[in-house]
């Protein structure tokens, strides 16, 4: 089955700079990559995602690229902020009916120092 | 207002009494989940629903059922309680399997 793995487990940084996240996925069937972001006491909420017909999507202060060949794919934050803090969790899972279901990282948390 | 809504939020129970979530979603959802979120593992999946009557085992499925009878409802049940249960879950529900999860407000489960 598809197995997800996220890192960093924590990043800290300067309010202004970048942040990124990397997860790595094994099923090279998977085709849809979502990022959720859960503050603190709240439900985990869809921030971007992405499909392996493209390698890069862009929202605004956030972008999300893809290497289906290595089988990786990486969140950005551009100049952040202080209520960009939060825990940020990537997931996999592919179209069609089979075993291998939505497979969720554990997590970054994210802190932005002001 | 579109949204996915969990009862009940808060649970403290003893082991072995027989207790359910229900889990229910106003957008005629095909997809909903349930998720269990324990710290540093971040959000492993219990059960997931297809749409009505078609169920199937997550991750972590142990110690767990679930039933799709209606298309807006997808109650999770805990026949028999044991500490190791005690976690944070969440229903979530979406159009299609690739496509936007909404997740409930959760529920925080403690067995004693």
């Known amino acids: 089955g598809e197995n997800v793995e996220q890192h960093p487990s924590t990043l800290s940084v300067q309010e202004g700079d970048s942040a990124v996240i990397k997860c790595t996925y094994s099923d090279s069937a998977s085709n849809y990559f979502p990022w959720y972001k859960q503050e603190l006491g709240k439900r985990p909420q869809l921030i971007i995602d992405?499909?392996?017909?493209?390698g890069e999507k862009k929202d605004q202060r956030i972008a999300v690229t893809l290497n289906k060949t290595a089988k990786h794919f990486s969140l950005h934050i551009t100049e952040t902020q202080p209520e960009d803090s939060a825990v940020y969790f990537c997931?996999?899972?592919?179209?069609?009916?089979?075993?291998?279901?939505?497979?969720f990282g554990a997590g970054t948390r994210l802190t932005v120092k002001p | 207002e579109a949204q996915v809504t969990q009862n009940p939020r808060y649970l403290i129970t003893v082991t072995g009494k027989k207790l359910t979530v229900t889990c229910s979603q106003n957008m005629n959802h095909e997809y909903m989940s349930w998720y269990r979120q324990d710290p540093g593992l971040g959000l492993r999946q219990i059960y997931y629903?297809?749409?009505?009557?078609?169920?199937d085992k997550g991750d972590v499925p142990e110690g767990y059922k679930v039933s799709r009878k209606e298309k807006r409802n997808f109650p999770l049940i805990l026949e028999s309680p044991s500490p190791n249960q005690t976690s944070l879950y969440f229903c979530?529900?979406?159009?299609?399997?690739?496509?936007?999860?909404?997740f409930g407000p959760g529920t925080r489960l403690t067995v004693l």
């Open positions: 979530a529900s979406s159009a299609g399997r690739t496509d936007t999860q909404y």
């Open positions: 992405i499909r392996s017909n493209v």
């Open positions: 629903s297809m749409n009505v009557e078609v169920t």
């Open positions: 997931a996999a899972s592919m179209e069609g009916y089979n075993n291998n279901d939505m497979r």
